[in-house]
Nanobody
């Protein structure tokens, strides 16, 4: 199992856009459920979006639905998070995670995930 690596975080103004990328192994991208989480100091880790191995089954947190889009390109071993209409409340460290097993209702639960990236910082200012 290869630890995923995130990139794409930056500092942007409210209303702007960013695309985060998570590079993992060929085996992981083809077999594992993957997700994006975020965390701000002093707050619990929050599930943002999850996607199954085939890319056809997706879940979003209510706070980002309609603004963020999760996808994966299995040929490039990469998962993406397109973030549009960014708000200051979106400021956080964003983490890529992968789960060896998944159960319904657990897609955005941190404890379900086995492997985590190092995180990439997103800062949204006004």
């Amino acid at each position: 199992q290869v630890v995923p690596v995130e990139s794409g975080g930056d500092s942007v103004q409210a209303g702007g856009s960013l695309r985060l990328s998570c590079v993992t192994s060929q085996d992981t991208i083809r077999r594992h459920y993957m997700a994006w989480f975020r965390q701000t100091p002093g707050k619990e880790r929050e599930g943002v979006a999850g996607i199954n191995a085939g890319g056809g089954n997706i879940v979003y947190a209510d706070s980002v639905k309609g603004r963020f889009t999760i996808s994966r390109d299995n040929d490039k071993n990469t998962m993406f998070l397109q973030m549009d209409s960014l708000k200051p409340e979106d400021t956080a460290m964003y983490y890529c995670a992968q789960a060896e097993r998944m159960a319904a209702g657990r897609e955005l639960v941190p404890a379900q995930y086995n492997f985590w990236g190092q995180g990439t910082q997103v800062t949204v200012s006004t």
